[in-house]
């Protein structure tokens, strides 16, 4: 709905609104924002001096299940700046993570253990696009926008996926607004598409180097569920919203090292796919609550159980594309992640495990 107030009324000029973004301890998104003197010259400027300009700030984490009531501060750090696509002009989103007031990392912090692999992984430029599945849900039945309000089901699986038309395509206006924002907030959005059921739809966010696909990717997220907040819906990232003979959601990971990408590349492509066989295990563990109930071997997914690849393979835990396969380099693709992963935890463990860096303190998903 369009705002109340006059459109002659606008934010007064040397003056931002800085919305500042975190991770509650159960991975949802929370926000607050705040008044800011603008002091940097161009966005630009602010995006390579964070810290600088954006100072730290606080929340109640006795609400947020991340602190006791009795020493319920948390610290937030601005790390990633974003341009605000609801509120315009200079406004802006501010990713940020959480510590104690001492200083120490939160248990959900998984972003600082994420940056300190990335950081020695630096040399080897890590890559990733993820591709982020999720359901547009009434918040009235929580059912998908796609199933019919009397309860009945709709049509079978066949016509949705990139499908056009009123009885096919659920939420595209979402997706739409969705895809324009992240263009004009700087996240690099490389697309989007219906997916195989109905009202479940896909963006992919990528590539982007080291951290800041998972920064990138959360903001990503945040922006999705305020679109659908004013279209009255929610997001819903969890792997098997509906059960029944409907797709789940996952997060494809798409990865790439500078060695992989260069000419002969697939050697290293496949010494990293034998190395992820070994830590199978370790990495379901990261991938997202709930991942069992996706993960069947069924609608274009390999079983949790065990490890598995293949060229061109839907039905794997890890694809090769057919292009990487002909062209000797390029990148491969990790099925196995859910729609509700934490991507600083999938990328620095697929930087740990292909790589061969090893976490400092293991985290506790
Ligand atoms: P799929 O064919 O599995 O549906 P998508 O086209 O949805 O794949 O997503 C592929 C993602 O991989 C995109 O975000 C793209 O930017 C990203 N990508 C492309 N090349 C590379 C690479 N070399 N390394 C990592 N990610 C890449
Ligand atoms: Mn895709
Ligand atoms: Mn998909
Ligand atoms: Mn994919």
Known sequence: MASTLHPDVTFPSGTVV????????????RSKPRTLEKKWKSFDELKKNVSKYLPRWNYDGSSTDQAPGTDSEVIIYPQAVYKDPFRGGDNILVMCDMYTPGGEPIPTNH?????KVMEK?????????????????????????GFPEDGSLPAPQFAYYCGVGASNAFGRRIS??????????????SGTNGEVAPGQWEFQVGPCVGIDSGDQLWMARYILSRIAEYYGYDIDL??????????????????????MRKSGGIEEIYKAIERLSLKHKEHIAMYGQGNEKRLTGKHETASIESFSWGKASRAASVRVGNATVEEGCGYFEDRRPAAN???????????????EIPIEKMPTP
């Open 121 to 145: 992984a630096k040399d080897l430029v890590p890559w990733f696009g993820i591709e982020q599945e999720y359901f547009i849900m009434r918040p009235k039945d929580h059912k998908p926008i």
């Open 341 to 355: 992963m934490d991507p600083y935890l999938v990328t620095m463990m697929l930087v740990s495990t292909c790589c």
């Open 111 to 115: 972003r600082y253990q994420c940056q």
């Open 176 to 189: 739409d607004d969705h895809y324009k924002a992240c263009l004009y907030a700087g996240i690099q959005i």
């Open 238 to 259: 969890s792997p098997k919203p509906v059960v029944g003979d409907w797709n789940g959601s996952g997060a494809h990971t798409n990865f790439s090292t500078l060695p």
């Open 18 to 29: 800085a919305e500042y973004v975190w991770l509650d301890g159960r991975l949802g998104l």
